[in-house]
């Protein structure tokens, strides 16, 4: 049941980053793609619509974290307490700055809200990739299960861990890079003419950084945690995973090239639930690692999971959530498929 | 203020209660919009489906504010509140992992379609968006409502060996007799708000001679609206959570009347100032056995006062909880005389006509939200001392971890940007109500 629930949660975050992942990569290339007013009209009416949807998908994650893992959602959410809360404000700044941009149309209230959402945007997937990375490499977790880490150290992965070292930041980098090519790609399915052309050529010239920051940030990884490699050790059919990430890599490229904008975002998706996957497989069944005596401070899906029967009872109705969410984003990306227009209701 | 307990209480607090002046409006006007989209569907009338379109532009702005204040409210309880987190997450996470699975979704969906496809969709269809986002919200509601009552009246739930509580029972956790009674008072509040906020820009209208067609529509249905609600606020709602209050938690009950002494024949006080010191009244201005009559329907029964407690087990702050509770009744009651004589003018025809009264409505404006933020600061600090009630001390919730500074450093994050959205806020609704119901749906780039 514990492991059923941990696929749940690592499905929902997939879920988030897949889906709020290319809203965030369109508002990370926002200013540099968009280079005249119908231009970013343009790619704020290709997510109007679906970005507060996606947003949903890590509230919903969270809430299931916290139900299914309570403990987990406690250590966690108050150990990261400042990037957190640096999180919620920078997801407020960008809710206004999509959701206000259009109430005027004098050039500097728009301009300041261009301006926040770009910003917001690229920070954010600088913070969720740094999160991933603070959960991969570990924290230093207390013998009651909790901790606390300061925003910075000495940059360094040991003892003292801050929540930025160059692993961290590492990975907060690879976040943003492979965001702003799953975002660019969607606003290239999404639009037409140059807008069209400049979002694929972004995403082309983003790819060969794609692939260095992934098998770099795979051997970071190993050096940082080499436990990481045990599940795969043990369970073969997890180096299929890897297999997976570069396929897509691969299928990324030649659909760019070929100018399969669709081909090349739905490669850009498995990029990153492959990547996802890769990191969950690995960690499993720990969810969050200490680095210090790991083998008994670790927080385990075991040692955080709510009682039984609130597990049994919760996997009635999040089977139909899940179906009821699902139809929505069916009907809502229905609704508003094909290239954006500039004429008619929206943004 | 160095505790770091204080500064995550006010942190608590003054997220929340900054937040909840939008969802209030948002629950209201969902439900007074589907009005306005019912009637102009059935008769076929431009004008509601005006006043509908002008309504739904503030919904839309009110809604982004509520959107980006809530998340936060999800997150505190992880990072300002993980010890209470831990110990209760097992039973709450399932009422607000719902709001999330069920409401939110929901809500977002169909928003966007209700407010920006108005002409993707056929009236009908638009008109279902309505409803789905009237759903949403209420929806949303109720798990709140679930979560808070649990913490108020703990049902469902079995303590097991680490400390912490599970959940037993599902649907003694949804149906928790203290969530139904709150949910439909709090439900109560917010239409209220909804129509109070109606009818007094529509009356601001008719002063002021613009967009008189609307403006009567908004005028009739805030007055109909607001007097049926804030009768039902006074009973059965208010009535009904008062006496799960009587029962469950006497001693809140003691200290919201600040009731010092037990006795028989109760006074129910209508104004004055509690001293708490001296453990008595200032001023009193009281109705003989009131207080024992409304509480047991008797007019001499005994009624204990919170000398029949130890003193660890009053709430803190019986001075401001009095208060709270008082200003929550005192402009519940005042709404209803106002709702009635407004809805008498306007069935006699004379209302549109009637300055006076129009002015009244324009004034009441900003009342009810310090009815309803007054109403929830009553259930949250008549609560105290305790998190979850009988249970889990509120001094032994907050994250341990999370020093007092760190918490003050996001406190006064939270104060600066909330600052900025209210200014916005403020700002862009006034341009809708100037641009008024007739204008084109503004142009958005």
Redesign the interface.
């Known amino acids: 049941m514990e492991t059923l629930w941990f696929m749940i949660v690592a499905v929902m975050v997939a879920a988030y980053v897949v889906l709020d992942g290319f809203d965030l990569g369109a508002g990370a290339i926002y200013l540099g793609a968009g280079k005249t007013?119908d231009e970013r009209?343009k790619i704020l009416r290709a997510i109007?619509?679906?970005w507060?949807?996606n947003?949903?998908w890590l509230?919903?994650a969270?809430?299931?974290l916290?139900?299914?893992f309570?403990?987990l959602?406690?250590?966690?959410?108050?150990?990261f307490?400042?990037p957190?809360?640096m999180v919620?404000?920078l997801?407020?700044l960008r809710?206004?700055g999509i959701?206000?941009?259009?109430?005027?149309?004098n050039p500097v209230w728009?301009g300041f809200f261009d301006l926040i959402f770009c910003v917001s945007s690229v920070l954010l997937t600088i913070f969720f990739g740094a999160a991933l990375g603070n959960v991969v490499r570990g924290v230093p977790l207390g013998a009651d299960?909790?901790?606390?880490e300061p925003l910075w150290t000495n940059f360094r992965v040991g003892a003292n861990t801050g929540i930025l070292d160059w692993y961290t930041v590492l990975t907060g980098v690879i976040a943003l890079v492979t965001l702003t090519t799953h975002g660019s790609l969607y606003i290239a399915v999404k639009t037409d003419g140059a807008l069209n052309q400049r979002t694929r050529n972004i995403a082309l010239s983003a790819w060969p950084l794609q692939l260095i920051l992934t098998i770099v940030g795979l051997v970071a990884t190993w050096y940082v945690q080499p436990t990481v490699l045990d599940n795969y050790k043990q369970n073969a059919i997890g180096y299929l995973i890897p297999v997976i990430v570069l396929g897509s890599l691969g299928v990324m490229i030649y659909a760019i090239r070929k100018a399969q904008d669709k081909l090349a975002f739905m490669g850009s998706a498995l990029y990153i639930v492959g990547m996802l996957v890769g990191a969950a497989f690995a960690l499993y069944p720990v969810v969050l690692p200490a680095s210090t005596d790991p083998a008994h401070r670790s927080l385990t899906i075991y040692n955080t999971a709510?009682?039984r029967?609130?597990l049994t009872?919760?996997l009635t109705?999040?089977i139909l959530?899940?179906i009821?969410?699902v139809g929505?984003?069916v009907?809502?990306f229905r609704?508003f498929r094909g290239k954006v227009r500039l004429e008619?209701?929206?943004? | 203020m160095d505790s770091a307990l204080l500064v995550h209480r006010i942190h608590f607090a003054f997220t929340v209660t900054f937040h909840y002046l939008f969802p209030q409006l948002t629950m209201g006007l969902a439900l007074l919009i589907v009005v306005l989209k019912t009637i102009g569907l059935r008769r076929n009338d431009e004008t509601y489906n005006q006043a509908a379109r002008f309504w739904a532009r503030i919904f839309g702005i009110n809604f982004v504010m509520g959107v980006v204040t809530g998340i936060p409210m999800e997150f505190q309880f992880g990072t300002n509140w993980s010890h209470f987190s831990r110990f209760a997450g097992g039973v709450i996470g399932q009422s607000l992992a719902m709001e999330g699975v069920f409401s939110f979704f929901l809500e977002s969906t169909f928003l966007g379609l209700f407010l920006y496809a108005e002409k993707r969709l056929s009236p009908r269809q638009h008109w279902w968006s309505a409803i789905a986002v009237f759903l949403g919200s209420w929806l949303s509601g109720f798990f709140i409502i679930v979560t808070d009552a649990w913490m108020q009246h703990p049902v469902g739930y079995v303590k097991v060996a680490d400390g912490s509580v599970q959940l037993s029972s599902f649907w003694e956790l949804v149906l928790n007799p203290w969530a139904w009674w709150q949910y439909a008072h709090n439900m109560g509040g917010a239409v209220i708000t909804g129509a109070i906020v109606m009818a007094s820009v529509g009356a601001f209208y008719l002063l002021w001679g613009k967009f008189e067609a609307q403006a009567q529509i908004f005028v009739r249905v805030g007055v109909i609206a607001g007097l049926i609600f804030s009768t039902l606020q006074l009973f059965p709602t208010g009535d009904g959570q008062g006496r799960m209050i009587a029962e469950n938690q006497p001693v809140t009950l003691a200290a919201m009347e600040a009731l010092f002494v037990s006795q028989s024949g109760a006074p129910l006080v209508i104004l004055g100032q509690p001293n708490v010191e001296a453990r008595k009244i200032d001023n009193p201005i009281e109705v003989p056995d009131a207080l024992s009559f409304l509480t047991y329907r008797v007019w001499k029964a005994n009624v204990q006062g919170l000398d029949a407690f130890p003193k660890d087990l009053w709430p803190e702050n019986v001075s401001l909880l009095y208060y709270s509770y008082h200003i929550m009744v005192g402009l519940g009651t005042i709404f209803i005389a106002i709702m009635g004589g407004a809805a008498f003018l306007l069935w006699r025809g004379k209302l549109f006509s009637a300055r006076w009264m129009l002015w009244i409505l324009v004034l009441a404006l900003p009342f009810p939200y310090i009815a309803n933020t007054a109403g929830w600061i009553t259930a949250e600090l008549g609560r105290q001392p305790w998190l979850v009630y009988g249970l889990m001390r509120t001094a032994d919730g907050y994250s341990k971890m999370v020093s007092a500074g760190n918490g003050m450093f996001t406190l006064l994050g939270f104060m600066g940007m909330y600052m900025v959205l209210g200014i916005l806020f403020l700002f862009l609704v006034r341009r809708e109500i100037e641009q008024g119901p007739a204008a084109e749906m503004s142009s958005r780039h």
């Open positions: 007013t009209r109007g619509p679906v507060d949807g947003e949903v509230l919903a969270g809430g299931t916290y139900f299914a309570p403990l959602y406690a250590s966690s959410f108050s150990g307490y400042l957190l809360m919620l404000w997801l407020m809710g206004i959701e206000l941009r259009a109430h005027m149309e728009v299960g909790y901790f606390f709510a009682g029967h609130g009872v919760g109705w999040w959530g899940m009821l969410a929505y984003f009907m809502l609704m008619g209701e929206g943004y």
